[in-house]
C-alpha cells in the first residue's frame, strides 16, 4: 500500500480490476482520489456497501478497454488480475488503453507472478490446501502450454456439500509484458521482487513492475 502510495502522488489513481475495494479503499482513506474499473457489478456493489465505497468512481466494464475519462499519474493493476485478460492480444490491449490515460510522467503499475512450469506434471496439478477432520480443500488445475492458460478448480469439501470456485488465467513473462509496453510506447522503469523493493532476480516468484512513457 505505502509502495501505491508513494507512486501516485496527489493522484487521482485508476484501478484495473478494482474488485471489493482491498486496495482502493486504503489509498482513498490517505486521502487519494480513487477510480476503478470492474466487470463483476456484485463485486462492486460489495465495494460499495463498505465504508468510504461510495466515494469511489468505478466503470463496469472490461479492464482491456480502460474505458474511462481523465489521465492520471498513477495506473495499477495487482493480485494477478492483468493475467484474467485470457489472451495476448487483450493484454496488450491493456497497455495501449493505459498509455492513452497516463500523464506524461505517469506510471503503470504491474504485480503478478512468474510462471512456474515445474509446478505441473504433464499439464495437471492437483494440490491439497488443508485437510481437516470435516473439511478438505483441494486446487486441481489444467496447464494449456501452447496457449500459456491455466483453468482450475478450488474446490471445498465439507459435510454441508462441495463448493467450487473457477479460476481461468493467462499468464505472461516479465519480457512478454516488456514488449507489450514497448508496443504500447511505454517502458519499463524499475522491477522489484514485491513491495518491499527486494531486487528482483531469476529466482523471484513475482514481480512488481513500472512502466512510464518511452523516452
Given amino acids: 500500500m505505502e509502495f501505491l502510495a508513494q507512486v501516485a502522488g496527489p493522484g487521482p489513481v485508476l484501478e484495473l480490476g478494482i474488485g ?3 486496495i482502493a479503499l ?3 482513506e ?3 482520489e480513487v477510480h476503478g474499473i470492474d466487470a463483476s457489478e456484485e463485486m462492486v456493489s460489495k465495494l460499495r456497501a463498505k465504508p468510504g465505497g461510495d466515494a469511489i468512481q468505478v466503470t463496469i466494464g472490461d479492464f482491456a478497454d480502460v474505458g474511462v475519462q481523465g489521465a492520471f499519474p498513477l ?3 495487482v493480485f494477478n488480475t492483468l493475467f484474467a485478460l485470457l489472451t495476448q492480444e487483450n493484454q496488450l490491449r491493456c497497455f495501449q488503453g493505459v498509455a492513452q490515460h497516463l500523464t506524461e510522467d505517469g506510471v503503470f503499475v504491474v504485480q503478478a507472478f512468474v510462471p512456474d ?3 505441473f506434471d504433464r499439464g495437471q496439478r492437483v494440490q491439497a490446501f488443508s485437510i481437516e477432520v470435516d473439511s478438505v480443500r483441494i486446487d ?3 496447464h494449456d502450454l501452447a496457449n500459456q492458460r491455466i483453468d482450475a478448480q478450488l474446490i471445498q469439501v465439507t459435510g454441508e456439500g462441495v463448493r467450487m470456485f473457477p479460476v481461468q488465467l493467462r499468464y505472461a513473462w516479465p519480457s512478454e509484458l516488456d514488449l507489450m509496453a514497448r508496443l504500447a510506447g511505454l517502458q519499463l522503469r524499475e522491477r522489484w521482487s514485491g513491495w518491499d523493493r527486494a531486487p528482483f ?3 523471484s516468484t513475482s514481480h512488481v513492475s513500472l512502466y ?3 523516452r
Avoid: C, K, M
Fill in 20 to 22: 471489493t475495494g482491498r
Fill in 26 to 28: 486504503p489509498l482513498a
Fill in 30 to 32: 490517505r486521502g487519494l
Fill in 75 to 77: 495506473v495499477f493493476v
Fill in 117 to 119: 512450469l515445474a509446478r
Fill in 140 to 142: 486441481a488445475s489444467i
Fill in 201 to 203: 532476480t531469476s529466482a
Fill in 212 to 214: 512510464e512513457r518511452a
